[in-house]
């Protein structure tokens, strides 16, 4: 039962619509006397004795203001603020004390407890209107703070769900990618993305957007677009790497950018194709723990700065064998800081990585563990993120659904198609025909579900047709110590330099019954090569068990299509790839 000085008065004008105020004094005549002013301020009037009513009290009925006396038996008014004021987290109700002393001990107490202002005794009508009518401008302000954060707090947890469905759950997912995201608020400015190229080729991108938050995030949207979309048409890393540069440069203020890592894990295990755009060093494992690291320092201008982006003689091209990793991660890993100031750096992430736990696939979390027992009590300044990836079979094996996919092939087969495409001189340079083949044929029936097949061919055959015809490059170049990087250094030289030749592909499904092929031809304007004398070289070494440096491409192709053959002394080369 609530006690009997704990009254409510209301003005008869505004009845439960008048604002609310508490007055808590044990002297009668003061509580009359601020009952009368408050009153002709338009107040209900709620009145206890002490302290510990005015607990009970506001913890039942909601107050707008509140005057407090300070001396006052069983509680005080200080004790009575505490308790109140840590209570109400989300609203500001202020408190006035009510006090006829002046010493600075009290003033001290009394706003230590979480007083707002004082009313001297005996009171002013003209004080307290002021008095009353500031607090109610700050209260004004304060709620609309509270709705504003209420209303932030909303957005952020429907564009959470929007950037974990659209940034993060279509990333390709695998026991050999360990990933580890550690934003410094709820939205992180980093961004990884995996996905598996036509090719069979495993592309990886770790962005880094200036600052962190949602501001950052928002750039995530754009560049998971252009990667998954480029990347499912067959696009090289450069060509991906330099769409999302125009596409930041032209979304992006300026003084916003992504710094990126970009590798591209080659199926047959052979090499990796690295980037590093304006980020810290990407680091390279061998199987071997006695091998050295591989440093794969910046090379470019992180994206989005300029409209036109340079990547020094492209990605990088890096041999690898089987069992390597590659750790990838944000300078906020890096530049993580202890209580004394110093920062992890990347000297303790190597010490760490090396010291992988007995039977345990990945070193990330013994780097991770390193961090926080590094960190101790220190606060995440930037976002973190960190990516492992072990190079084995098991990352690039084929997905067993894609084997079992059935062909609807009807309305093409009935009808038949031909798509045709010619590159001259410096347009071979500049533009890779297969996505924009593959782009062409994925609009035709049936066809989707040979796509990864098809792209094989398409490009196996191609570049034969650039690198042998074109460019007369010699594929003994692979066979020295660093054969295939030489191989790529000397084709991106004669590249720059091409200005003439040209390469011809057409592909076309005759009209039949779908049990028929597809058929492609690839003519260059070389002089062709030695048919018999490839395929001679060919079964020498399936019968000698030799390696050569040469023919794995059209070895390839003659594995996935039914009919493989040769004309203008090697400078055509025509295949049939089975629809069923």
């Not at 004795?49 to 005057?67: H, K, L, M, P, Y």
């Not at 960190?375 to 990516?387: H, K, L, R, V």
């Not at 304007?525 to 390696?547: I, K, L, M, R, W």
């Amino acid at each position: 039962m609530q006690p009997a000085a704990a009254a409510v008065l209301e003005p008869e004008s505004l009845g439960d619509h008048a604002p609310h105020a508490l007055i808590v004094d044990d002297e009668a005549t003061n509580r009359m006397i601020l009952r009368g002013l408050l009153s002709r301020l338009g107040y209900r009037i709620t009145e206890c004795v002490n302290g510990a009513e005015a607990v009970t009290v506001s913890s039942e009925t909601r107050f707008d203001i509140v005057f407090m006396d300070v001396m006052m038996p069983v509680m005080d008014g200080v004790a009575a603020t505490r308790i109140m004021k840590s209570r109400e987290q989300q609203r500001f109700v202020p408190i006035i004390f009510l006090t006829a002393l002046s010493d600075e001990s009290t003033v001290a107490r009394c706003l230590d407890a979480g007083g707002d202002d004082f009313l001297a005794k005996p009171y002013s009508v003209a004080v307290l209107r002021a008095k009353v009518s500031a607090l109610q401008r700050i209260q004004a302000l304060q709620d609309r703070v509270t709705s504003l954060h209420a209303q932030q707090v909303r957005d952020e947890q429907i564009a959470e769900k929007l950037f974990s469905r659209v940034v993060g759950a279509g990333n390709f997912s695998h026991p050999n990618i360990c990933a580890e995201l550690r934003p410094a608020a709820r939205f992180s400015g980093d961004v990884y993305l995996v996905a598996r190229a036509p090719s069979g080729e495993t592309y990886v991108l770790l962005g880094d957007f200036t600052g962190h938050g949602l501001a950052a995030a928002i750039g995530a949207l754009p560049v998971s677009e252009v990667f998954r979309a480029m990347t499912a048409k067959g696009f090289a890393p450069e060509q991906i790497l330099r769409s999302i540069n125009r596409k930041l440069n032209t979304l992006f203020p300026t003084g916003m950018f992504m710094a990126a890592h970009f590798i591209a894990i080659d199926p047959s295990l052979k090499y990796l194709r690295v980037a590093n755009c304006g980020m810290p060093d990407l680091l390279v494992f061998g199987p071997d723990a006695a091998q050295p690291v591989t440093n794969i320092v910046a090379h470019s201008l992180a994206l989005g700065i300029t409209q036109d982006m340079f990547l020094r003689d492209g990605p990088r091209t890096l041999p690898i064998e089987p069992g390597t990793r590659v750790l990838l991660a944000s300078d906020g890993l890096f530049e993580a800081v202890a209580p004394d100031g110093t920062a992890f750096g990347t000297e303790r992430a190597l010490n760490a990585m090396r010291d992988i736990a007995p039977g345990a696939i990945h070193g990330l979390p013994t780097v991770l563990k390193e961090l926080e027992c590094f960190c101790g009590t220190s606060p995440q300044a930037d976002d973190i993120t960190a990516i492992e990836i072990l190079c084995d079979a098991s990352l690039m094996a084929s997905d067993t659904a894609d084997a079992r996919a059935v062909l609807n092939v009807a309305d093409s087969a009935r009808n038949g198609w031909q798509v045709h495409l010619t590159l001259h001189g410096p347009q071979l340079a500049a533009i890779d025909p297969v996505p924009l083949l593959m782009n062409q044929l994925q609009e035709l029936a049936g066809v989707e579900a040979q796509q990864s097949a098809l792209f094989t061919v398409l490009t196996e055959l191609f570049v034969n047709a650039l690198d042998h015809g074109v460019l007369k490059l010699d594929s003994g170049l692979k066979a020295q110590g660093s054969g295939f990087e030489a191989y790529m250094n000397e084709r991106s030289k004669r590249l720059g330099e091409l200005d003439d030749g040209w390469v011809t592909i057409a592909v076309s499904a005759p009209p039949g019954d779908g049990n028929g092929a597809i058929e492609i031809m690839v003519s260059d304007s070389g002089g062709g090569f030695d048919v018999g004398a490839y395929y001679q070289a060919c079964e020498h070494a399936a019968s000698t068990n030799t390696p050569l440096p040469f023919g794995r491409g059209l070895s390839l192709v003659r594995a996935l299509c039914a009919a493989v053959e040769h004309g203008e002394g090697g400078a055509q080369v025509k295949v049939n790839y089975p629809w069923r």
